[in-house]
């Protein structure tokens, strides 16, 4: 489906963007892409990125039985018409969850009905992002950054000191989430942020768990870093690369490079 200048995919091919929008005085080029991987049947993940709204966001939805793209879709659409009507993106993200609890209340299901997000959202030369369970944001300037923190156990063990980042990576309930959206409760939920400024150079990667479960910090980096490629072709490797390391998960991801 294809909304103006924005996009998302529930299926396993990868479409391609526009290759840049103007905003103000700040060039954006990206590329985006999902696959189902090589386990599963249904992808779950969606993506939603438009230059000229400024938005771009990951979700990774879960549930089963269709209720994980049924989840993710909510949020993203939910986002994408708060963020239209004016709402910041950390009201857009609140509302999406008690959009996704309200719906699930209201047709009564018994199964879970959740979804991560991991959202960016820029206004002339600064940007906000905002995220709820384990899909990632990433800052690319001169070295990968990931300006995100996972709601999920093993991350909360590392934290107090109970886990290292190597034990957290092999830790068997390392997808067990805190926080994620349709399941925390409203009054409950805790969505991280942070807001910086644009600068010349810079570039993010929003992921789904598909991606870093897959491949490492380090290859991330090593294909963000290649300006030989354009944006999609980033993405492109990252998929193929997410492929290669097993695929065990639906993969979905965006990347935005300012110039």
């Given at each position: 489906?294809?909304?103006?200048?924005?996009?998302r995919?529930?299926?396993?091919?990868?479409?391609?963007?526009?290759?840049?929008?103007?905003?103000?005085?700040?060039?954006?080029?990206?590329?985006?892409?999902?696959h189902?991987g090589?386990?599963r049947?249904?992808?779950?993940?969606?993506?939603?990125?438009?230059?000229?709204?400024?938005?771009?966001?990951v979700?990774d939805?879960?549930?089963?039985?269709?209720?994980?793209e049924?989840a993710?879709?909510m949020?993203?659409?939910?986002?994408?018409?708060l963020?239209?009507r004016?709402?910041?993106?950390?009201?857009?993200v609140?509302?999406a969850?008690?959009?996704?609890?309200?719906?699930?209340?209201?047709?009564?299901?018994?199964l879970?009905?959740?979804?991560?997000?991991?959202?960016l959202?820029?206004?002339g030369?600064?940007?906000?992002?905002?995220?709820v369970?384990?899909?990632?944001i990433?800052?690319?300037?001169a070295?990968?950054?990931?300006?995100?923190?996972?709601?999920s156990?093993v991350?909360a063990?590392?934290?107090?000191?109970?886990?290292?980042?190597?034990?957290a990576?092999?830790?068997?309930?390392r997808?067990?989430l805190?926080?994620?959206?349709?399941?925390?409760?409203?009054?409950q939920l805790?969505?991280?942020?942070?807001?910086?400024?644009?600068?010349?150079g810079?570039?993010f990667v929003?992921c789904?768990?598909?991606l870093?479960?897959?491949?490492?910090?380090?290859a991330?980096?090593?294909?963000?870093?290649?300006?030989?490629?354009?944006?999609?072709?980033?993405?492109d490797?990252?998929?193929?690369?997410?492929?290669?390391?097993?695929?065990?998960?639906?993969?979905t991801?965006?990347?935005?490079r300012y110039?």
């Open positions: 489906m294809i909304r103006g200048e924005g996009f995919d529930n299926n396993h091919d990868i479409r391609h963007a526009p290759p840049t929008r103007r905003t103000r005085q700040v060039m954006i080029e990206f590329g985006h892409g999902t189902v090589l386990r049947l249904r992808n779950e993940d969606t993506y939603y990125a438009d230059a000229s709204l400024g938005l771009f966001l979700a939805g879960m549930g089963g039985h269709q209720h994980g049924v993710s879709a949020v993203r659409d939910t986002v994408v018409d963020v239209t004016g709402h910041s993106l950390v009201e857009a609140q509302g969850g008690e959009r996704l609890l309200a719906h699930a209340r209201e047709s009564r299901e018994m879970p009905m959740g979804t991560t997000i991991a959202a959202r820029v206004t030369d600064g940007y906000e992002v905002a995220w369970g384990d899909s990632r990433y800052r690319w300037k070295e990968l950054q990931q300006i995100s923190h996972d709601h156990l991350q063990l590392v934290e107090s000191g109970q886990l290292d980042a190597a034990q990576s092999k830790h068997p309930q997808n067990v805190t926080q994620a959206l349709g399941v925390t409760a409203a009054e805790h969505i991280g942020m942070a807001r910086g400024r644009l600068e010349a810079m570039a929003l789904t768990d598909g870093t479960e897959s491949i490492n910090d380090a991330i980096a090593r294909t963000v870093a290649r300006t030989d490629l354009a944006s999609q072709e980033c993405v490797q990252l998929l193929l690369g997410a492929l290669d390391g097993g695929g065990d998960d639906n993969i991801v965006v990347m935005l110039t």
